[in-house]
């Protein structure tokens, strides 16, 4: 029996990719677009008749008269003359219930190309709570197309879809039907179809009163932000005293009966004391992904892109800029892709060039154990953690950071006009458990493949740049002292030390060009190679909080705020603008920002302490 492919197409928010994630469960692949970096997620099913099903998930689009990459990959894909796709067998339009009077536009655009389709009316239950009733048959004969009630969030809530794309996917395309006026026709169609209660948005109104006040609004949204700092420190350290403890153990049962030499070296010095000091920090960047993702979930990001908006404008960044710059404290990399939903270039480009001053989540490696290394854990007022107070301080000061280079390229602008901000909110809805689940999950095969793959390779790189060439015979010191690294290291000390780096902060900092975690790792591995400590994988926060001034750590501190992004960063922006020129323009004003941060940090600390 042939396969059949099917393409879900839906305004963002829709609940299209939950849908794709029911239906597909873990029968699915990302990539990207050929020639570009706009997404694509693949899945298969097998539907009741035996027939395997190919599923592709389209970037969310609010319209086929594209206005951004994403938009445009959509409709020529729909349309099936995008290069190198196979046009899918069937469209099937994902609408939201809840929300019909933005989600109907879009289907009658999609109708409009003539495909066979299929709609997909999602969110039904919530629908449902809300007092919403769809006559599914009246709509189904006004659109002239199958319509399928779907509930994405809930086992068997796509069945009735699989058994009618299943059933349908033989029949005639739509008919094509001159709409002048699309607005219009829409309004039509929910008064044929739906019946809506007055105390439906009721709801949703009182809580935007509150969220999107001006006053109210953002400090709801400090607060939110502040409580999500102090939890990456409270709620994780039980879990991160298992994984040390466990890898400790770990280390020690393995080299235990190895004698000494370059195998148990580099086990020890290598691999345990480096990759065992970034896996520790795993439960603190998924408590900060589960906030992200809970957020995502419930429809307030939108709302805080919109109540953030007249800030952004007034520094020259507009509100769609939010998503990407929030994706950008997960990976400025996403960050950075995710700027394709931005029309205006300039906007974008200013967009790209912030978004590594957010604080992705392989920053948090450093600065966790440089504050609990240097700040005391104490309660503030009685109620808040000391040490998450000094994180979300550094957060704030990636953000402040980004506002303000954000202002001063507005004042290089030629062109000074403006564009207003047209986005959909959501309705609020409970997060589902499984869309959070298999997103942190996801998360976590993200970072334990980086641990497991570069950073690995990067720490075996330093182990050997650490451990050779050999000391002469009867030379005093530590052998890391006359080796490749420790030469490097001795020689960028000099450059480095009016911010109060020292030459093993040196040498951490060239592998940490790569990957942020690996900074961490490298410092494990030059501390283990230098002899300081037997157990550094377990005892690296301690034993720098001895060796290092205080000066030394905050110089450090802000040297992450500003430091230039990894490479795969840099080599995303090359791709996304096409210029090597940006790369370079991002490149030096990141470093530049960050030595003269860390100098005046550095000195200042020194005269105050």
């Known amino acids: 029996m042939s396969s059949l492919r099917i393409a879900l197409v839906g305004n963002p928010n829709c609940g299209k990719t939950a849908l794709f994630n029911l239906l597909t469960g873990s029968r699915q692949k990302v990539a990207n677009y050929a020639g570009v970096t706009v997404e694509r997620k693949e899945g298969r099913y097998t539907a009741p008749s035996g027939r395997i099903v190919d599923i592709a998930d389209l970037p969310g689009a609010y319209s086929l008269d594209a206005t951004s990459p994403d938009e445009a990959i959509t409709r020529d894909i729909c349309l099936g003359r995008y290069p190198g796709e196979v046009p899918p067998d069937l469209l099937v339009c994902v609408a939201d219930a809840t929300n019909l009077r933005l989600h109907l536009r879009f289907v009658l655009e999609v109708r409009k190309l003539g495909r066979p389709m299929v709609m997909a009316l ?47 996917v033989a029949a005639p395309p739509p008919e094509l039907r001159d709409i002048d006026d699309l607005h219009a026709e829409v309004r039509r169609l929910l008064a044929a179809t739906i019946s809506m209660p007055a105390r439906t948005a009721a709801i949703d109104d009182a809580l935007d009163r509150v969220v999107l006040h001006p006053v109210w609004g953002l400090a709801i949204l400090a607060v939110l932000m502040f409580f999500i700092f102090q939890s990456v420190f409270s709620w994780a350290e039980p879990l991160m005293e298992m994984i040390e403890t466990g890898i400790a153990s770990l280390g020690a049962w393995v080299t235990g009966a190895l004698p000494d030499g370059p195998i148990k070296s580099l086990l020890a010095d290598g691999i345990f004391a480096g990759l065992g000091s970034v896996l520790v920090f795993l439960p603190q960047i998924l408590i900060l992904f589960l906030f992200i993702l809970v957020l995502e979930e419930s429809g307030y990001l939108p709302r805080a892109a919109f109540l953030l908006d007249r800030l952004m ?297």
Request: charged share 15%; proline share 5%.
């Open 313 to 609: 404008f007034k520094v020259g960044l507009t509100g769609r800029a939010f998503i990407p710059l929030l994706s950008s404290f997960a990976c400025a990399i996403p960050g950075i892709m995710a700027t394709r939903s931005i029309p205006d270039p300039r906007d974008r480009l200013t967009t790209i060039f912030v978004a590594p001053l957010m604080t992705c989540s392989a920053r948090l490696p450093v600065y966790t154990l440089l504050i609990a290394a240097f700040i005391p854990q104490r309660t503030v007022l009685g109620v808040f953690n000391l040490q998450g107070i000094v994180l979300f301080a550094l957060y704030v000061a990636g953000i402040a950071s980004a506002l303000a280079v954000a202002f001063v390229m507005k004042r290089f602008r030629r062109d000074k006009s403006e564009h207003a901000l047209l986005m959909e909110l959501p309705s609020y809805r409970v997060p589902n458990a499984r869309d959070v689940a298999l997103g942190l999950w996801e998360r976590a095969k993200t970072f334990l493949k980086r641990v497991g793959g570069i950073i690995l390779a990067l720490t075996v790189l330093l182990w050997f740049l650490s451990s050779f060439p050999a000391p002469p015979e009867g030379a005093t010191g530590p052998a890391i002292d006359y080796s490749f690294a420790g030469r490097i290291g001795r020689w960028l000390e000099v450059f480095f030390a009016p911010i109060g780096f020292n030459w093993q902060i040196c040498i951490a900092l060239i592998p940490g060009l790569a990957a942020r975690e690996v900074a961490v790792a490298a410092l494990g591995t030059v501390y283990a190679m230098s002899g300081s400590d037997d157990t550094v994988a377990a005892q690296l926060g301690p034993l720098i909080a001895n060796e290092w001034t205080l000066a030394t750590a905050l110089s450090l501190l802000v040297w992450y705020i500003f430091a230039p992004q990894c490479l795969s960063t840099l080599a995303v922006i090359r791709r996304e603008t096409n210029s090597w020129r940006n790369v370079g323009i991002a490149t030096g004003y990141l470093f530049a920002l960050a030595y003269l941060a860390s100098f005046v940090t550095y000195q200042v600390a020194r005269a105050l302490t």
């Open 122 to 168: 999602n969110m039904m239950d919530a629908a449902a709570r809300r007092g919403i009733r769809v006559d599914v048959a009246a709509l189904e004969r006004e659109l002239g197309i199958p319509v399928v009630e779907t509930v994405a969030v809930k086992r068997g809530g796509g069945a009735a879809l699989v058994e009618r794309v299943d059933r349908e």
